[in-house]
Every structure is written in C-alpha cells, then in structure tokens.
C-alpha cells in the first residue's frame, strides 16, 4: 500500500505537492518519514546530475522508499517494505507523467514551498488506480 507521497524539485529540493500524509498511522509519525523524504531531497539537490540514478528503492524500517526522478523533478512515495515495487514505480510513472503535463512547465519559476499543493489530492487517485 502506498502510505505517502511527496513531490519534489530536485535543483534544491523544494518540495512542490505531497498526498497521502496519513497523520493517523503512528508508524508514519514513529519513524518520521517525512523529514526523511525531505532529507533524500537535500541529498539529491548537492548530488551531481551524473551521479543520480533515475529509480531508486531504498529500505528504511518497515517501509520502502521509491523514487523516480523526472524533468529536474523528484516522484517520491513510501509504500509498506512487501509492496511490489513494480507497481510502486508504475505509480510514479502516472503521477509523472500527470504532473508534468499539468504543470511542468512551471516548475522552475515557483519560490514558495507546495505551490502545486492542489496536485496533492494524490489519495484519490493513487485509490482510483488501487494503489492506496
């Protein structure tokens, strides 16, 4: 199951939309998976382009982070450890390819944090694809 999902520049690691935030499930809140997001997001921002990969799955705790990096944009999600991550990656891929449609074009004129917040009704439609 998808549990969070969070988007971001990867030129400095300004987040631009996030879903899923389930404050309701203590093990988000335990592990704090947000600032570790937030931290993969700095990591990436000081990491030459060269040196990125494309896909990344990372193991932390009982969940799984994933990342697809897209057009100087992070699609990150965490999904419980047993998830497939071909669905995981799948997932990003939709969520890719939507938000640069949408809004790709701006990306790299906005200043203030989460200005495509409105993207971030990410929970229904990861649940319309049967992800969530």
């Known amino acids: 199951m998808v549990r969070l999902t969070m988007i971001a520049r990867i030129s400095d690691g300004l987040p631009l939309a996030e879903g899923l935030d389930r ?3 203590p093990e988000l809140r335990q592990h704090d998976y947000k600032a570790q997001a937030k931290a993969i997001f ?10 990125r990969e494309p ?3 990372a193991d932390s705790g009982p969940s799984t982070f994933n990342y697809l990096l897209d057009n100087n944009v992070c699609f990150l999600t965490l999904t419980e450890k047993g998830y497939p991550k071909k669905l995981a990656f799948q997932y990003l891929e939709e969520l890719a390819g939507e938000f640069s449609r ?3 074009t701006q990306v790299d004129t906005v200043t203030r944090p989460y200005a495509f917040i409105k ?6 439609r990861a649940a319309c694809m049967g992800l969530a």
């Open 23 to 25: 404050d309701d499930d």
């Open 42 to 51: 700095k990591r990436l921002s000081v990491t030459p382009q060269s040196s």
């Open 119 to 124: 993207f971030g009704e990410l929970r229904s």
């Open 55 to 57: 896909r990344v799955s």
């Open 102 to 104: 949408l809004y790709g």
